[in-house]
């Protein structure tokens, strides 16, 4: 016959380490054997173990799934507007769900990579071992980035306008914009453009610069994001487990609400005088916030089971 | 580099259960939140007793279940020197600071 609690131990297991199962959830359950059964010393336990999630570290499987569900999630949401418009069009069809994919990845993968990294190593010292696996993931994921925003996103967007434009009564031949070429042709334009611009003022239209500029820094930006988010998350690990997904949570919606901002009518009052500086904004306040929990990280010794 | 010493915090409930084991010695997690009254919670005094040993302010021991009734073996936990002088450390300034609110 089964103790009680042998189940939910056997679904804590899967979750947590082996060190967090013999501080935390073994002695739960150990108690639980020895009272009478009760509904509500069940929900303890239960509770004990929502209660951990958040507070200690996981295992490194269990943590890759939340990650893949965080980036899932984002791609969703990411991709959500753009089926929407062609649903309104009459021109949907589920193919076109791959076509969105890699710009959803664009954005999703930074995100879902701090969100893995905040639930393997959350509360906990990294070993050094752990932290070269995180720098070699994230420049892998980097590099991934780089390929993608530079060829893969510009010919998938491409293809999606096409789908939705070519099924309308009005449509026409659709030429390619900024965010369509590949990352040698928009180089190429942005050069060629702040070329003319500097000889002759005013000489190319003002959106079209900051749009171009944007499309070229913004790749660029979406390369590094994965490192960023990545020192990000290792910058918050040791942090208390209110403070460490809340400010997670709050940087995560904060990006992505930026993200969905980010259209080319407002490029130009956001760059100012720097050409391509919106791209940046994000990685550049979360460089200053790292900096900022590094610099409190140091007088910090809080570690938590697990 | 020479380590950093460590900066030595104490939260309401970890100082409750402190003064808990230190007026009663050995106690299982479920002894502590009935001497508690209901001041902790069975649903999370397990985490804090979890940080509470990483912190090294109590230490804790293995007991075997009785034969007759079986089950894991239950955890019993006990104050460490440093988690005393803590507690005794916290309630001196309390009372320094704060003497309306000393015992």
């Known amino acids: ?306 | 580099m020479a380590k950093r010493p460590r900066v030595l915090t104490l939260s309401a409930k970890e100082h409750l259960v402190l003064e808990l084991l230190a007026e009663h010695g050995e106690l299982y997690g479920l002894q502590l939140v009935a001497n508690s009254r209901r001041k902790l919670k069975r649903g999370t005094v397990y985490v804090t007793l979890g940080r509470m040993e990483d912190k090294g302010y109590i230490t804790s021991r293995l007991e075997d279940a009785p034969p007759e009734m079986g089950g894991m073996p239950r955890r019993l936990y006990e104050a460490t020197p440093l988690g005393r002088r803590v507690l005794a450390a916290w309630s001196t300034a309390a009372t320094h600071l704060m003497p309306e609110f000393a015992k």
Request: hydrophobic share 55%; glycine share 6%.
């Open chain 1, 1 to 306: 016959m089964k103790r009680r609690g042998s189940r939910l131990r056997a679904i804590a297991a899967r979750l947590f380490d082996a060190r967090t199962m013999a501080r935390v959830i073994d002695p739960a359950i150990a108690d639980l054997q020895a009272e009478p059964p009760s509904v509500w010393r069940y929900l303890a336990v239960i509770k004990t173990i929502a209660v951990c999630a958040p507070e200690v570290s996981m295992k490194l499987g269990t943590a890759s799934i939340v990650s893949i569900g965080v980036l899932a999630f984002v791609v969703a949401a990411l991709e959500l507007p753009p089926l929407a418009f062609a649903w309104s069009q009459g021109t949907f069809e589920p193919g076109m769900l791959v076509y969105l994919l890699p710009q959803g990845l664009a954005i999703a993968v930074q995100i879902g990579l701090a969100a893995g990294i905040l639930c393997a190593y959350g509360g906990r010292a990294i070993s050094r071992r752990a932290l070269i696996g995180v720098v070699a993931l994230s420049l892998a994921a980097s590099a991934a980035a780089f390929v993608n925003v530079g060829w893969i996103t510009p010919a998938a967007n491409q293809a999606f306008r096409e789908r939705v434009v070519r099924q309308t009564p009005t449509s026409a031949p659709f030429a390619r914009g900024f965010n369509e070429l590949t990352f040698n042709e928009v180089r190429n334009q942005y050069r060629m453009a702040s070329a003319i611009e500097s000889s002759n003022p005013g000489a190319v239209d003002s959106t079209d610069l900051h749009y171009l500029a944007n499309s070229y820094h913004g790749r660029w930006a979406v390369t590094l994001a994965p490192i960023v988010f990545a020192m990000f998350a290792l910058a918050l690990v040791r942090r208390r487990p209110l403070i460490r997904w809340a400010g997670a949570l709050a940087v995560g919606v904060v990006y992505l609400a930026y993200i969905f901002y980010l259209d080319v009518p407002v490029l130009p009052a956001l760059d100012g005088r720097w050409l391509g500086g919106a791209a940046w904004y994000p990685e550049l306040a979360l460089i200053a916030l790292i900096v900022l929990l590094m610099l409190t990280n140091r007088h910090r010794s809080y570690a938590v089971a697990g």
